[in-house]
């Protein structure tokens, strides 16, 4: 049989000509990109995708926009799962998980507790400075700071100044002081056993109706109160309690929950609490659990700023900006209240990721313009400016100032642009908001947009103690001002406690309309068990000695007893004006965490949690301070001084 060559076709393959063979392979390859490229837009959950793509962050990691959030007035209020609040989603904003950073155990209880005993000094305990690796990129065994690619809970102990837990627990030799001391733990116990009795594993312990609230906050996470507990139980010495507690996240903290939770309470609560249980106790499941859940919040900055949306769906990654926030902006209170725990996040993991998501928020929140040099509440986190000019000390705004001036201390005192941003906020505050009564009370406004606003938030009494513990790192001649604008304000916020018939403080109190500190609308006379105050106390305690702020924690603990002690735990009141109790049936897991926490403090000696070691989160969760002297390794530290 002959083949006759026809015209235009090729003897070879199948009989195409070359330049057809030639158009035809083109065609497949770039079908087989375009098959690729798209795995990449498909969800995390598609099997394909996990099969031909391996996980890595896809994130970009953004650095140079500005913006800023603020979302929790509406947290602060009674929570209420029955009622949640909107939200509005963000649109498409998935992104994939980072792979597992965590490490294998290195130390047992038993060592780390012989350890507590002794708080020996030497190697590193290493801050990982802003680099600007890639997510998945880690620290090589020994980089140029001489940091270790694992980090050792050996070494970090040796960084401590001091014991933890003090010479004996904190015990104070003043009978009188340690029998009040004796009163927070039974209260933290009562509060603990009923808890445990009806509400075990729930967020919440409802305390009228012996039932476990759970709230629409933890996006399905469980057991906020176990989280919030741990801590004080260890330090209290409550350690049936704790154990209990310790096998519940071991055994029964399901981190693959998939609802919408906000990030910052997430962040306070969760990974504050998980990350304070194991830098005291070096259990490493802490440790373990902690990477877990910090790599799951990492999707929320995935915004055209890097500024992170109020809400995270823990599951899927996709993250939402409040319903209730204006033009779907972040919250200041809450994008500004993530950099210390993210900063340990980097520590233990040794993954820069975590410190360069916070830094960029600090580095948009230091470029952008700001009204009087004041930070208003609510940013956009598309456009990276502000969304209204609405500035807060309390409720929104209160803990953004807060972390400024505790990055600056748990930097061991390195993180300049903290202070700097720290400083120059407290004199936009001073100068704009801080106000004195007709009756010489010293308060903080709020400030709209150029208005004064003469109310104050429970919450803004936390800035009597951030003043205070600031005063040392201003200008010198700054100090004493400095300690009494904080004495001043604690002061005040005392006030809002006795001028009460049940001596507790109102959620907000004004300076207008004829009082001074008492709450003048109904709807802001209640209480929730709140710790702002007694915290400003314990820390005006610790840094002046003075007597008074015991006693105002004691007539606290006084006030609780009677007015929010119920037979099954403790209880917010409706209004704090009235004698005959109304009460809200929420012991909430911040009374345990902090309010708790804070009195028995302030009954012990300063050697239980030194500050020269620990930095309180806004949950009261103990952070250490990054120590400087452990920067470098030994090697390095060897070559540095032979240099
Ligand atoms: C706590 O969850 C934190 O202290 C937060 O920063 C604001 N206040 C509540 C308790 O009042």
Same mark, same amino acid.
């Given at each position: 049989?002959?083949?006759?060559?026809?015209?235009?076709?090729?003897?070879?393959?199948?009989?195409?000509?070359?330049?057809?063979?030639?158009?035809?392979?083109?065609?497949?390859?770039?079908?087989?990109?375009?098959?690729?490229?798209?795995?990449?837009?498909?969800?995390?959950?598609?099997?394909?995708?996990?099969?031909?793509?391996? $996980?890595?962050?896809?994130?970009?990691?953004?650095?140079?926009?500005?913006?800023?959030?603020?979302?929790?007035?509406?947290?602060?209020?009674?929570?209420? /799962?029955?009622?949640?609040?909107?939200?509005?989603?963000?649109?498409?904003?998935?992104?994939?998980?980072?792979?597992?950073?965590?490490?294998?155990?290195?130390? &047992?209880?038993?060592?780390?507790?012989?350890? *507590?005993?002794?708080?020996?000094?030497?190697?590193?305990?290493?801050?990982?400075?802003? =680099?600007?690796?890639?997510?998945?990129?880690?620290?090589?065994?020994?980089?140029?700071?001489?940091?270790?690619?694992?980090?050792?809970?050996?070494?970090?102990?040796?960084?401590?100044?001091?014991?933890?837990?003090?010479?004996?627990?904190?015990?104070?030799?003043?009978?009188?002081?340690?029998?009040?001391?004796?009163?927070?733990?039974?209260?933290? $116990?009562? &509060?603990?056993?009923?808890?445990?009795?009806?509400?075990?594993?729930?967020?919440?312990?409802? /305390?009228?109706?012996?039932?476990?609230?759970?709230?629409?906050?933890?996006?399905?996470?469980?057991?906020?109160?176990?989280?919030?507990?741990?801590?004080?139980?260890?330090?209290?010495?409550?350690?049936?309690?704790?154990?209990?507690?310790?096998?519940?996240?071991?055994?029964?903290?399901?981190?693959?929950?998939?609802?919408?939770?906000?990030?910052?309470?997430?962040?306070?609560?969760?990974?504050?609490?998980?990350?304070?249980?194991?830098?005291?106790?070096?259990?490493?499941?802490?440790?373990?659990?902690?990477?877990?859940?910090?790599?799951?919040?990492?999707?929320?900055?995935?915004?055209?700023?890097?500024?992170?949306?109020?809400?995270?769906?823990?599951?899927?990654?996709?993250?939402?900006? !409040?319903?209730?926030?204006?033009?779907?902006?972040?919250?200041?209170?809450?994008?500004?209240?993530?950099?210390?725990?993210?900063?340990?996040?980097?520590?233990?993991?040794?993954?820069?990721?975590?410190?360069?998501?916070?830094?960029?928020?600090?580095?948009?929140?230091?470029?952008?313009?700001?009204?009087?040099?004041?930070?208003?509440?609510?940013?956009?986190?598309?456009?990276?400016?502000?969304?209204?000019?609405?500035?807060?000390?309390?409720?929104?705004?209160?803990?953004?100032?807060?972390?400024?001036?505790?990055? #600056?201390?748990?930097?061991?005192?390195?993180?300049?642009?903290?202070?700097?941003?720290? #400083?120059?906020?407290?004199?936009?505050?001073?100068?704009?908001?801080?106000?004195?009564?007709?009756?010489?009370?010293?308060?903080?406004?709020?400030? =709209?947009?150029?208005?004064?606003?003469?109310?104050?938030?429970?919450?803004?009494?936390?800035?009597?103690?951030?003043?205070?513990?600031?005063?040392? @790192?201003?200008?010198?001649?700054? =100090?004493?001002?400095?300690?009494?604008?904080?004495?001043?304000?604690?002061?005040?916020?005392?006030?809002? #406690?006795?001028?009460?018939?049940?001596?507790?403080? /109102?959620?907000?109190?004004?300076?207008?309309?004829?009082?001074?500190?008492?709450?003048?609308?109904?709807?802001?006379?209640?209480?929730?068990? =709140?710790?702002?105050?007694?915290?400003?106390?314990?820390?005006?305690?610790?840094?002046?000695? @003075?007597?008074?702020?015991?006693?105002?924690? !004691?007539?606290?603990?006084?006030?609780?007893?009677?007015?929010?002690?119920?037979?099954?735990?403790?209880?917010?009141?409706?209004?704090?004006?009235?004698?005959?109790?109304?009460?809200?049936?929420?012991?909430?897991?911040?009374?345990?965490?902090?309010?708790?926490? #804070?009195?028995?403090?302030?009954?012990?000696?300063?050697? *239980?949690?030194?500050?020269?070691?620990?930095?309180?989160?806004?949950?009261?969760?103990?952070?250490?301070?990054?120590?400087?002297?452990?920067?470098?390794?030994?090697?390095?530290?060897?070559?540095?001084?032979?240099?």
């Amino acid at each position: 049989m002959v083949f006759r060559k026809l015209p235009g076709v090729s003897a070879s393959g199948m009989g195409l000509r070359l330049s057809q063979k030639f158009v035809f392979l083109l065609f497949l390859s770039g079908l087989v990109t375009l098959c690729f490229g798209a795995l990449f837009f498909l969800p995390d959950s598609v099997r394909l995708k996990r099969i031909f793509l391996s $996980k890595t962050e896809t994130q970009p990691v953004t650095v140079g926009s500005g913006s800023e959030n603020d979302a929790r007035e509406h947290l602060k209020r009674p929570k209420d /799962p029955e009622h949640p609040r909107g939200m509005t989603p963000a649109r498409g904003e998935t992104s994939t998980r980072l792979k597992s950073l965590s490490r294998k155990p290195t130390v &047992s209880r038993e060592a780390t507790e012989a350890r *507590l005993a002794g708080g020996k000094a030497q190697e590193d305990f290493t801050l990982p400075r802003s =680099r600007t690796e890639s997510a998945s990129a880690k620290a090589t065994s020994s980089d140029r700071d001489g940091h270790s690619d694992t980090f050792s809970y050996d070494k970090f102990k040796g960084c401590l100044l001091k014991p933890p837990l003090g010479r004996d627990n904190g015990r104070p030799t003043d009978p009188q002081t340690n029998e009040r001391r004796e009163k927070v733990k039974e209260m933290m $116990k009562f &509060s603990w056993d009923n808890y445990k009795r009806y509400a075990w594993g729930k967020n919440e312990l409802r /305390p009228l109706t012996r039932n476990g609230h759970i709230g629409n906050m933890f996006g399905g996470l469980r057991g906020a109160s176990i989280i919030d507990s741990l801590d004080t139980l260890y330090i209290m010495g409550l350690m049936e309690e704790y154990n209990d507690a310790k096998e519940w996240v071991q055994t029964s903290l399901d981190l693959n929950s998939n609802g919408e939770a906000s990030l910052f309470e997430v962040n306070i609560r969760y990974v504050g609490g998980l990350l304070a249980a194991y830098y005291l106790t070096g259990e490493e499941m802490y440790k373990t659990k902690v990477m877990e859940l910090g790599e799951k919040l990492l999707p929320a900055f995935n915004t055209p700023t890097g500024i992170p949306r109020g809400v995270i769906n823990l599951g899927s990654g996709t993250s939402w900006s !409040w319903g209730w926030a204006s033009a779907g902006s972040s919250i200041l209170a809450e994008f500004g209240t993530l950099h210390l725990e993210f900063v340990h996040l980097t520590e233990l993991s040794r993954n820069p990721i975590y410190t360069e998501k916070v830094m960029n928020i600090r580095k948009l929140l230091n470029k952008i313009e700001k009204p009087h040099g004041l930070y208003p509440n609510f940013l956009s986190p598309v456009s990276g400016n502000w969304v209204q000019h609405h500035v807060s000390i309390g409720g929104l705004g209160d803990s953004f100032y807060e972390y400024l001036i505790k990055s #600056y201390l748990m930097s061991d005192k390195r993180d300049e642009d903290a202070k700097k941003m720290y #400083y120059s906020a407290l004199e936009a505050i001073e100068a704009n908001l801080v106000q004195k009564s007709p009756g010489g009370l010293t308060y903080m406004a709020e400030w =709209r947009g150029g208005i004064l606003d003469h109310k104050m938030g429970h919450l803004a009494c936390f800035s009597g103690g951030m003043i205070g513990i600031g005063a040392d @790192d201003g200008a010198p001649e700054k =100090r004493q001002h400095f300690l009494d604008l904080a004495a001043e304000i604690t002061h005040t916020c005392h006030e809002s #406690y006795t001028r009460s018939a049940t001596k507790l403080g /109102p959620e907000a109190f004004r300076f207008d309309g004829g009082g001074e500190a008492t709450a003048t609308r109904l709807s802001d006379r209640y209480y929730i068990l =709140r710790p702002e105050v007694i915290e400003s106390y314990m820390y005006m305690w610790r840094l002046t000695h @003075d007597p008074k702020y015991r006693e105002w924690g !004691w007539e606290a603990v006084e006030a609780l007893e009677q007015h929010c002690r119920v037979e099954s735990g403790f209880s917010g009141i409706r209004d704090v004006y009235t004698l005959t109790a109304s009460h809200d049936n929420m012991q909430q897991s911040f009374f345990l965490s902090e309010t708790l926490k #804070y009195l028995y403090l302030l009954f012990s000696d300063d050697d *239980l949690l030194p500050l020269e070691d620990w930095v309180l989160n806004t949950e009261a969760h103990p952070l250490p301070i990054i120590r400087k002297s452990c920067l470098q390794d030994e090697a390095t530290q060897d070559k540095t001084v032979s240099e």
